[in-house]
C-alpha cells in the first residue's frame, strides 16, 4: 500500500474561518510533508516532520500550523487565511526525512473567499 | 537565481519522438535527486530515481551529471499519454527537498 490519503479534496473558507487538512499514511514512514503548489507552479515545501517532530518551516505564516499526532497522520490548521493563500496542499510522505522517494497524497484543493 | 530550474516548455512533439529534458541545480549538497510526473490537477507521481550511474526503465533513461550539476531525462518512442509536466525534485542537505520549476510536454497525434 503506497498510499497517502488527505481530506477533505475540496475546501472553501472564508477569510474569519477557521478548518483543518487531514493526511494519512500507512506506509510505516517516518516523514511528512506539507507542500503548497499554486496554478502552473511546482509544489513548494512547507513542512518537514521528521519522527513527529517539526524539522522544517519554509518560514511560512503563522495562520498555518501543522501538527503531528501519531506518525500516520498530519493535520495543517487554517486561521485567518487571505484570499492568495488559495492553492492546492499536497501531502506527502517518505521512509525517512531528505533523499528518499516521496509519495504524494491527492491534494486538497483550497479556496478562500 | 532558483535552486532547481527546468526549461518550462512547452515541448510540443509527434508521437515516436524522442525528447529529452535538463534540469539544473544549484546546491551542490543535494545527494538524491528524481523525476516526477504531474497530469494536470493531479498530484506528482514518481517517475523514476536518477543514479550517478544513470538508469534506464523501459522508455524513460534518466542521467545525473554531478560536476556540473544537472540531471537529465530521456523520452523514447513518445506516447499520448506521455503528456504532462516533468519535475525534476534535488533532495538532501538539512532534510531539504527542492521541485524544479517543472517542464510540460504535449504529445502530439
Known amino acids: 500500500d503506497t498510499e497517502v490519503t488527505q481530506t477533505p479534496k475540496h475546501l472553501v473558507m472564508g477569510m474569519t474561518n477557521k478548518k483543518s487538512l487531514k493526511c494519512e499514511q500507512h506506509m510505516g514512514h517516518r516523514a511528512m510533508y506539507w507542500y503548497k503548489q499554486k496554478a502552473k507552479k511546482p509544489p513548494e515545501l512547507m513542512f518537514v516532520?521528521?519522527?513527529?517532530?517539526?524539522?522544517i518551516n519554509e518560514s511560512v505564516p503563522s495562520r498555518f500550523s501543522p501538527e503531528c499526532p501519531n506518525s500516520s497522520l498530519l493535520n495543517l490548521h487554517l486561521h485567518a487565511l487571505q484570499p492568495e493563500d488559495s492553492a492546492l496542499y499536497l501531502c506527502a510522505s517518505s521512509q525517512v526525512a531528505g533523499g528518499e522517494t516521496q509519495y504524494f497524497g491527492p491534494g486538497t484543493r483550497l479556496t478562500v473567499l | 537565481r532558483k535552486e532547481v530550474e527546468q526549461d518550462p516548455g512547452p515541448f510540443n512533439v509527434p508521437e515516436g519522438a524522442t525528447v529529452a529534458f535538463n534540469c539544473t541545480y544549484s546546491n551542490s549538497a543535494s545527494q538524491s535527486f528524481f523525476w516526477y510526473r504531474q497530469d494536470c490537477r493531479k498530484e506528482p507521481k514518481l517517475l523514476m530515481s536518477v543514479y550517478s550511474s544513470g538508469n534506464e526503465d523501459g522508455r524513460f533513461t534518466a542521467q545525473l551529471n554531478r560536476a556540473s550539476q544537472y540531471i537529465s531525462l530521456l523520452i523514447r518512442d513518445s506516447k499520448l499519454s506521455d503528456s504532462a509536466t516533468y519535475l525534476c525534485v534535488a533532495s538532501g542537505g538539512y532534510q531539504k527537498v527542492t521541485f524544479g520549476t517543472g517542464t510540460k510536454l504535449q504529445v502530439i497525434p
Open positions: 516532520y521528521s519522527y513527529e517532530k517539526l524539522s
